[in-house]
């Protein structure tokens, strides 16, 4: 019985002990150093800073995995880096004096999560709105990293933005018959 009691004490103050014993300076609640974390958040202002002036070059492989997946640009994922960049550079120019302001960045894990405000105007039909049509909507961009580089991208965009900015034909008609 003595032995038991032993054992058990030893097993209860190992375990007090090792949930009291912080962890070390440099690690965060998700197991990322407070560098890996700041680099991830710099990167993504950086990269929205390159988007408004259409300037990519930071989207290369040291930044970037080759194979990158982009899951929101189109019907279908967009694969590698030249495509997603020839896409990037299609939307840029699509929306004349397009902005990217920050409102909030999370980083969990290899997940960094950026809330954002894309403003700017249509300057083709191709950005899904007449031209002229101002942009203004809210944005949440999801990145998951690998290695320090990003490895996939999911956008998404409140559709409530998406229908004030379109034009009133293309807005669902309302069920009179339902009263």
Known sequence: MKKIIFIA?????????????????????GG?????INRMKNLNV????????????????????PNV??????????????????GLSTMTSEI????FEILAQGIDGNYSMVYNRI??????????FPVGTAID?????????DNGKVAEHWGYIDPRDMMKMMPPSSMPMEDKTKH
């Open 9 to 29: 004490a030893i097993g209860l103050a190992y375990l007090f002990y090792s949930c009291n014993t912080p962890a070390p300076s440099n690690a965060t609640a």
């Open 32 to 36: 990322m150093d407070t560098a890996s």
């Open 46 to 65: 950086e990269f929205y800073q390159g988007f408004e002036k259409g300037d990519f070059s930071l989207f290369d492989t040291s930044n970037v995995m």
């Open 69 to 86: 997946i982009d899951h929101g640009m189109g019907p279908k994922d967009v694969i590698g880096i030249d495509s997603v960049k020839k």
């Open 96 to 99: 004349k004096d397009i902005k």
């Open 119 to 128: 403003t700017g105007t249509s300057a083709s039909p191709a950005s899904g």
């Open 137 to 145: 909507m809210l944005n949440i961009d999801v990145l998951r990293w």
